[in-house]
């Protein structure tokens, strides 16, 4: 939870605020730090899709990130796994 809220929430809240009070319109401003996170993520979203060609990836894929999400957002992290 540490690595969204420190790394990506609280610096998109903080550039949001930013935009809006020197007189951004808070859709521009909004569409202005969507796009800045989908230029963040473009490379790990190429890699993923390319190692989704791989035949058989797309059945492991999901698990590995179940696996990754159970590890960083589980009761370690304060959240209760159902």
């Known amino acids: ?3 969204h809220t420190r790394e990506r929430i609280y610096p998109g809240i903080a550039a ?3 935009l809006t009070v020197n007189g951004e319109s ?3 401003a909004a569409d202005f730090i969507e ?6 993520s473009r490379r790990m979203a190429d890699m993923l899709h390319r190692l ?3 035949p ?3 059945r492991l894929v ?8 159970r590890s960083n957002f589980g009761p370690k ?3 209760q796994a159902v």
């Open 1 to 3: 939870m540490y690595m």
């Open 16 to 18: 949001f605020d930013a």
């Open 26 to 28: 808070r859709e521009q």
């Open 35 to 40: 796009d800045y996170y989908a230029w963040r």
């Open 52 to 54: 989704m060609k791989i």
């Open 56 to 58: 058989g990836c797309c």
């Open 62 to 69: 999901p698990k590995f990130f179940k696996s990754i999400t």
């Open 77 to 79: 992290a304060g959240f």
